[in-house]
């Protein structure tokens, strides 16, 4: 598969062309192990809300960890957010109205000025 | 069609979408394609050589011979796209001129609205009833557009107009 694909007119993806983690992930294995052990359950626990301490409350310059999950989920956040991303859906949406719209019949430029510069 | 409508009255207070500048270099490579290098003549005088090879710098960007006309400018680029004045800011322009000018002929088609390619602009402020040229659409640098003065800023109608000739140039598509 060419690494170019994804960015086929035919292959845009709903949620626009940016691949990023699936920050949601270590959530689910959590929901699986759950039915085994309340050990897995307590110290799955504990972990997500150290997580979710270390994503809410703590500024993460102070406490020499890897912030890469931190950053993941701003930037996540960001995506969603800005004004300047294309909304999801946008370039399949758009498609669909060129495509449906009837293109109207050339103009007369036989006494159009010459171009400006 | 109302002339104050087109226009607010006064200058927004950025540089938006569908502000009149000020003359300001519009133009394209000069044909022959002509290549310039540095070179200095007596005295230590920088002059521009004509040369027959492509010598651009370290980043692939080089010197060659323009040509086109200082003339009034509309601003293109989306108000999002120059709202960050940075120091890689381009900002689309389309080069406008008077309606005067034209023969009859070709002036009437304008004014009704028949043409995608080239926009009215009743009643610019300061200047009088324009046309933009949507074929000589072209970039320059954000420094050089901040060197001009604005002229006129569009109202909300008169951006939805622009944005409106825009779609239909590009498209030819009836919504």
Known sequence: MSEFENYWPAAWQVDGLIVKAPVHRPIKQRSVKRDKSWKVVLTTSVLSIGMAVLNFSIPTGALGVSSTRIESAEGHRYARSSSSEVPPGYWPRLVAALRSAPTLPDDNSSNDPEPLV | ?175
Request: hydrophobic residues 35%.
């Open chain 2, 1 to 175: 069609m109302a002339d104050e409508s087109w226009w607010t009255p006064q200058l927004k207070s950025e540089l938006s979408q569908g502000d009149v500048l000020s003359p300001i270099p519009i133009g394209s490579p000069h044909l022959p394609v002509t290549y310039l290098s540095k070179g200095r003549v007596e005295k230590g005088s920088q002059v521009w050589l004509q040369s027959s090879k492509w010598q651009p710098d370290g980043d692939g960007i080089g010197l060659f011979l323009g040509k086109g006309r200082v003339i009034h400018g509309l601003v293109v680029s989306h108000d999002c796209e120059i709202d960050k004045p940075s120091r890689s800011a381009r900002v689309l322009i389309a080069p406008i001129s008077q309606l005067d000018k034209l023969e009859e002929s070709a002036r009437q088609p304008i004014i009704e609205q028949k043409r995608y390619s080239l926009m009215p602009l009743p009643g610019v402020p300061q200047l009088g009833d324009y046309y933009a040229d949507l074929r000589c659409l072209m970039w320059l640098d954000r420094k050089i557009v901040d060197q001009n003065k604005r002229i006129a800023s569009m109202s909300e109608e008169g951006v939805l107009r622009l944005q409106a000739q825009l779609i239909g140039f590009f498209t030819r598509k009836s919504f």
